[in-house]
């Protein structure tokens, strides 16, 4: 049977707030989506379709990919390349879509790490995995201490060079590391657009310098699990739901991470959360954006309902000083 064909709602645009990147020309949609997980061959595809489809529905000009995102690799890729194909055809201009390498991809010495020779094959055979000519945004997964990183930041000007990204980024680099690498790109006349940090509630290590970088270089941040995987939702307050994330074979998020605690401290934000007449995600995702300096915040979803919850997060972005000290008590 044929797909039916998909319609975006036509007032998409006037649904989501846009954040400009940095000092460039780009604006992020504040909520982006990441198909690290959810998306491989492993999970529906049709739920997958769902959720890309009512992100877009919303606003989401956004789409985070990498290599290896799947289970197995390169999954993720080769499913939204089809929903790419098909349901987003005609939208192509109106989407910033984004790959990495970095991490483990393929056996032997040339499919991790950050030389020439892995940025450049692995960035070609993402494009083959999505049908793409081109796309956005390019990262360096990590920082490699095994590369020099003149190397490193070569390989992604080289691919804009060549026309097969727009944008580079950098992930998971440090404070310093992102200064010395944003250096060399900008001497190269392509200027780090984006770096992409975990941030959250629950993970705060940004706050210690590299927001500052960011800020001092005009490069946009987009904050990846700002929910903790799920921590920061209702996702766990009765307990480990089979379809979890936590219940899933992984080695990101397992139920040793779930501590009294933890579990503590999400409970009092939840209630918090509650008071402010927001779900517990909601106020995750708006206690970021509340920086300007955040760019975007990329979640993940596991479900159409989800988004669609975490989308909420824009309707209440404020907080009074009392919120802000409660939260950092709740926190300590
Ligand atoms: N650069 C990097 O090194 C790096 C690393 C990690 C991630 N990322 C990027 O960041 C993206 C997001 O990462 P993430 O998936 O860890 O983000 P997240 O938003 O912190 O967590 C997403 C998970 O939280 C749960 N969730 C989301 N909304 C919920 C809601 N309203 N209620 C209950 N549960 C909810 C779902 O878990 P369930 O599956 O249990 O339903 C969902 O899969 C990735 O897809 C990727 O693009 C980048």
């Known amino acids: 049977m044929k797909d039916l064909l998909y319609i975006p709602a036509p007032d998409r645009y006037e649904k989501m707030m846009y954040r400009k990147c940095g000092i460039s020309g780009i604006a992020l949609p504040a909520i982006s989506l990441g198909l690290w997980h959810n998306f491989g061959n492993f999970d529906d595809f ?44 005609p939208f192509r201009d109106e989407l910033l879509i984004s790959s990495k390498a970095g991490y483990d991809m393929w056996p032997g010495p040339y499919g991790n ?25 390019f990262y360096s997964h990590r920082f490699d201490p095994e590369t020099p990183v003149e190397e490193t930041m070569y390989a992604l000007d080289q ?9 580079v980024g950098l992930s998971n680099y440090d404070p310093e590391q992102t200064f010395i690498a944003s250096q060399i790109l900008e001497e190269l006349g392509t200027p780090c657009l984006i770096h992409q940090p975990k941030y959250s509630m629950l993970v705060r290590t940004p706050e210690e310098g590299l927001l500052d970088v960011l800020e001092e270089k005009g490069i946009g941040a987009i904050v990846f699990s700002p929910l903790a995987q799920g921590l920061l939702t209702d996702r766990y307050l009765n307990g480990i739901p089979d379809d979890s994330r936590v219940a899933k074979p992984n080695r990101f998020l397992t139920k040793e991470h779930l501590t009294t605690e ?17 779900s517990l995600s909601q106020m995750a995702l708006a206690w970021l954006l509340r920086d300007p300096r955040v760019t975007s915040v990329l979640i993940g979803a596991s479900s159409t309902e989800q988004l669609n919850i975490n989308l909420g997060a824009l309707k209440r972005l ?15």
Request: proline share 2%; net charge neutral.
């Open 113 to 137: 790490g950050g030389s020439r020779k892995y940025l450049i094959a692995s960035c070609e055979q993402s494009l083959k995995r999505l049908g793409l000519e081109y796309v956005d945004i």
């Open 318 to 332: 404020e907080f009074t000083e009392f919120e802000l000290n409660h939260i950092e008590e709740i926190l300590a």
């Open 46 to 89: 049709v739920t997958g379709r769902n959720i890309i489809c009512a992100a877009f529905d919303a606003g989401i000009t956004h789409f985070d990919l990498a290599n290896n995102y799947g289970p197995p690799y390169g999954s993720a890729e080769e499913n939204f390349g089809r929903i790419l194909r098909n349901e987003l055809k």
């Open 262 to 278: 933890l579990m503590d401290k999400i409970r009092r934000l939840n209630s918090l959360a509650t008071e402010r007449g927001q």
């Open 159 to 167: 691919l804009v060079r060549q026309g097969k990204a727009l944008y």
